[in-house]
């Protein structure tokens, strides 16, 4: 299976201890989707989806999220200045972690109420933006349909919670040809 998991652990071991990755696990918003890096008690300064738009996306009430964890050491970096413009020092990098093989099921079997977040984000977004006078609707637009891709496709999110999975239980990037762990059951 081609995917574009890589892993981040010697640069994330390197980084976890900086004070702008403070981010609180337990305060992480429930759309970041498993892997390092998490958004939580972020600000609401709407700098993420600027810096990161392949990565980080925000809710209505302006809280980032990480909804694509990097595929390649540019948009890794661009998530670190993502989380290094938050004054609230509300990103985490630590969710290698802290997820499971259980708790990526657990979040799997609840995309719908993603994709039903989704929806309602493409019908606020304009009059909110629209409302507030707020620049930038056309990239949040964007990054919010390459959501809705990557959580459809099965070589999106699907693909690479397997590849994921599988780099938790066995501290490596699965090799091709491995036997990835399913996560819809």
Request: a negative charge; charged letters at 25%; aromatic letters at 16%.
């Amino acid at each position: 299976m081609t995917t574009s998991f890589r892993d981040f652990s010697d640069e994330l071991s390197f980084l976890v201890n900086r004070s702008f990755l403070s981010g609180e696990w337990n305060e992480r918003y429930w759309l970041n989707i498993p892997g390092p890096f998490y958004g939580a008690e972020t600000d609401t300064c709407l700098g993420g989806p600027y810096t990161a738009p392949a990565n980080v996306l925000l809710t209505v009430s302006r809280q980032e999220f990480v909804y694509r964890q990097p595929r390649d050491a540019e948009e890794f970096l661009k998530v670190l200045w993502a989380a290094k413009g938050d004054p609230c020092h509300g990103f985490g990098a630590d969710g290698n972690l802290r997820w499971s093989v259980r708790l990526i099921r657990d979040w799997w079997k609840e995309r719908s109420a993603a994709f039903s977040w989704i929806a309602r984000a493409k019908n606020d977004y304009p009059r909110d933006y629209r409302d507030h006078e707020i620049p930038g609707l056309d990239t949040v637009l964007k990054s919010l349909g390459e959501f809705e891709v990557f959580m459809s496709e099965p070589s999106g999110a699907r693909a690479y919670l397997r590849c994921y999975a599988y780099f938790l239980e066995h501290h490596k990037v699965p090799p091709e040809g491995a036997k990835l762990p399913d996560i819809d059951r």
